[in-house]
């Protein structure tokens, strides 16, 4: 049950797009179109932003995407606000069928 | 509208116990799937297991399998962790969330508690 990879920090400019990455195996985002993509402002409880890899839920802005390539899982933020200044997580249904995360990145607008 | 409050959190010895609470409002309970998450001081958020909404299903990650127990009361509409043998690496705060689809494990977690802070120390 190893934790998904995700680089420790992105950062860009208002206005830009950034991309997170999330690496997984064969096992977890390679072979389920089940991963989700949360955001996290300090002190407060992580936010679903996407699930099934590319669907957003009610009320989340269409600045947010996601998407998969193999074994590896993208989010997506176009025209990068203030506010998008956060934690973000990735996460996958397992063959085992647990539950994993990914290791977080910081986004600084 | 959706709400998860949990409640149980405390200062706790290494080898104790506790006993987490999350109370659920807003949707039907014996619909979906719960789930526990932690994230312990400034790391990442670590799944640490789920039950089904049948109440017969339940699962766990390796690091706690054994010492903790997740269970679910329809008639009080509440989920609950059992934590036993804590050591200091489980300070975290702990998360309750409900799976998005009625009936299934998969599509993450579109509701969140607020979280409850456990710390284990002597």
């Known amino acids: 049950q190893s934790a998904l990879t995700q680089p420790a920090s992105v950062s860009g400019s208002p206005g830009q797009s950034i991309t997170i990455s999330c690496t997984g195996t064969?096992?977890?985002?390679?072979?389920?179109?089940?991963v989700s993509w949360f955001q996290q402002h300090p002190g407060k409880a992580p936010k679903l932003m996407i699930f099934d890899v590319s669907n957003r839920p009610s009320g989340v802005s269409d600045r947010f995407s996601g998407s998969k390539s193999g074994s590896t899982a993208s989010l997506t933020i176009s025209g990068l606000q203030a506010e998008d200044e956060a934690d973000y997580y990735c996460?996958?249904?397992?063959?085992?069928?647990?539950?994993?995360f990914g290791t977080g990145t910081k986004v600084t607008v | 509208q959706v709400q998860l409050v949990e409640s149980g959190g405390g200062l706790v010895k290494p080898g104790g116990s506790l006993r987490l609470s999350c109370a659920a409002s807003g949707f039907t309970f014996s619909d979906y799937y719960l789930a526990w998450i932690r994230q312990a001081p400034g790391k990442g958020l670590e799944w640490l297991s789920y039950?089904?909404?049948?109440?017969?299903?339940?699962n766990y990650a390796d690091s706690v399998k054994g010492r903790f127990t997740i269970s679910r009361d329809k008639a009080k509409k509440s989920l609950y962790l059992q934590m036993n043998s804590l050591r200091a690496e489980d300070t975290a705060v702990y998360y309750c969330?409900?799976?998005?689809?009625?009936?299934?494990?998969?599509?993450?977690?579109?509701?969140w508690g607020q979280g409850s802070l456990v710390t284990v120390s002597s």
């Open positions: 996460g996958s249904y397992t063959s085992s069928a647990t539950l994993v």
């Open positions: 039950i089904s909404s049948s109440n017969s299903y339940t």
């Open positions: 969330a409900r799976v998005l689809r009625q009936g299934v494990v998969i599509g993450g977690f579109d509701h």
């Open positions: 064969n096992n977890d985002v390679g072979r389920y179109d089940y």
